[in-house]
């Protein structure tokens, strides 16, 4: 019988750079990494592929998964669902597998609640400055006036979350590989405070994003 594996929470304001940081993750060539696939409404961006980024799904068939249990979470952004599916994570920890969960802040304190804090490691992503994370969101291109607004009030609240995230990690521009090396490490046991990427507090994260 293999032993338990973990969840790992990775969290971060939009434009924070999670999938960037996640992406050499989802070829599941780094062991025992493996995606925790959410559910959502939303449609896809270019590039994403239904079932590597997310399970795409109507809101009818969404709301059928909150209603049968499907779900271990879910939450509403932008007026789009999310969820985490429950049956392929629980098969995953039992294999020994460190299940990735890419998941809104909100999602990841109900999670949080559910699991025993030994097999729950949590990550929270943040964008340097105020000005680096307009400067992403423009950048996308892809983004209404309206909606960077949101996003940008959005992220300041998402970075009061951060205090419920055991590591704090800040992912300047060009810098996402060393992130990703971090999460190993962090995974591993091994302590990354000696990294100018870690930040050690949510007081010391607000005074770098506002300064």
Request: glycine share 8%.
């Amino acid at each position: 019988m293999s032993e338990r594996g973990k969840v790992l929470i990775v969290s971060g304001s939009a434009g924070s750079g999670k999938s960037t940081v996640l992406t050499p993750f989802k070829s599941g060539e780094i062991q025992p990494f493996v995606f925790s696939v959410s559910a959502t409404t939303r449609k896809p961006r270019p590039g994403e592929t239904d079932g590597r980024d997310y399970l795409f799904v109507t809101k009818e068939r969404f709301e059928e998964m909150i209603e049968k249990g499907e779900l271990i979470e879910h939450t509403t952004f932008n007026g789009n669902y999310y969820g985490t599916p429950k049956a392929p994570l629980e098969k995953q920890i039992s294999e020994g597998k460190v299940v990735i969960l890419e998941i809104e802040v909100d999602g990841a304190e109900q999670i949080m609640g559910l699991f025993d804090k030994n097999d729950l490691i949590s990550v929270f992503l943040s964008p340097p400055d105020y000005k680096t994370l307009e400067a992403r969101l423009r950048g996308r291109g892809t983004n209404t006036e309206a909606d960077i607004t949101e996003r940008l009030e959005r992220a300041k609240v998402e970075l009061e979350f951060s205090r419920l995230y055991t590591n704090i990690l800040i992912n300047y521009n060009d810098r996402a590989d060393e992130v990703t090396e971090a999460i190993k490490k962090i995974v591993k046991g091994e302590s990354v405070s000696s990294l100018d990427i870690y930040c050690e507090s949510t007081d010391e994260l607000m005074k770098k994003f506002y300064n």
